[in-house]
């Protein structure tokens, strides 16, 4: 199975502040076939199922704010909102879809500072 | 707009088997792949198998000689069966639709079911 690290664990942010989690695969999930990276991320509200944000690593989900932004590719990732809102108080989860087993990583807990 | 309404059995002992159902109103149910998702009381997310309206399953091998997952149109349904359970499959149980009907990122689940809580105890 394909492990899937985030860092750091939690994170304090102040609101319009910027909030960067990163996301790091046991090996590369990016396909030859079609230069896509099978990355997705979403965030996870208390008590709510998780919402999808982002896949192909880095686009964005219809009705997902500009703020959102994906990057990276092969093993390495990032998730960055650029002007942290209230509402995006949440655990951030990466998952690959490359090789299954689909799998997440643990999380990045995101709080305001 | 496209709702799943998921219902199951919320406290079982061990070696019972988990039975869990999630309808799908509000559009079609050809075409997309159909997910089931748990997510243990305070922990992450773990992918626990897929099907397609065609019944094309997919499952994750750390739980493949317990689960099946089956679908029918008829009542745009699909369901969970997880068998022998222990305490260790004590979580939240989703059910998802893939995000479009397009392999590779149309897998991901798009919209979620409100989750079911349940618990394994003796």
């Known amino acids: 199975d394909i492990v899937m690290t985030q860092s750091p664990e939690s994170l304090a942010v102040s609101l319009g502040e910027r909030a960067t989690f990163n996301c790091k695969s046991s090996q590369s999930v990016l396909h030859g076939s079609n230069n896509q990276n099978y990355l997705a991320w979403y965030h996870q509200k208390p008590g709510q199922p998780p919402k999808l944000l982002v896949y192909?690593?880095?686009t964005r989900e219809s009705g997902v704010p500009d703020r959102f932004s994906g990057s990276g590719s092969g093993t390495d990732f990032t998730l960055t909102i650029s002007s942290l809102q209230a509402e995006d108080v949440a655990v951030y989860y990466c998952?690959?879809?490359?090789?299954?087993?689909?799998?997440f990583g643990q999380g990045t807990k995101v709080e305001i500072k | 707009q496209v709702q799943l309404q998921q219902w199951g059995a919320g406290l079982l002992t061990p070696s019972e088997t988990l039975s869990l159902t999630c309808a799908v109103s509000?559009?079609?149910?050809?075409?997309?792949?159909w997910t089931w998702i748990r997510q243990p009381p305070g922990k992450g997310l773990e992918w626990i198998g897929e099907i397609t309206h065609s019944g094309s399953t997919n499952y994750n091998p750390s739980l493949k000689n317990r689960i099946t997952v089956s679908v029918d149109t008829s009542k745009n349904q699909f369901s969970l069966m997880l068998s022998s359970v222990t305490a260790a499959d004590t979580a939240v149980y989703y059910c998802a639709r893939g995000r479009a009907r397009s392999f590779g990122s149309g897998r991901l689940p798009g919209i979620w079911g409100q989750g079911t809580m349940v618990s394994v105890s003796s």
């Open positions: 192909w690593a880095s």
């Open positions: 509000g559009g079609s149910f050809s075409g997309y792949y």
């Open positions: 998952q690959q879809y490359f090789s299954s087993p689909w799998t």
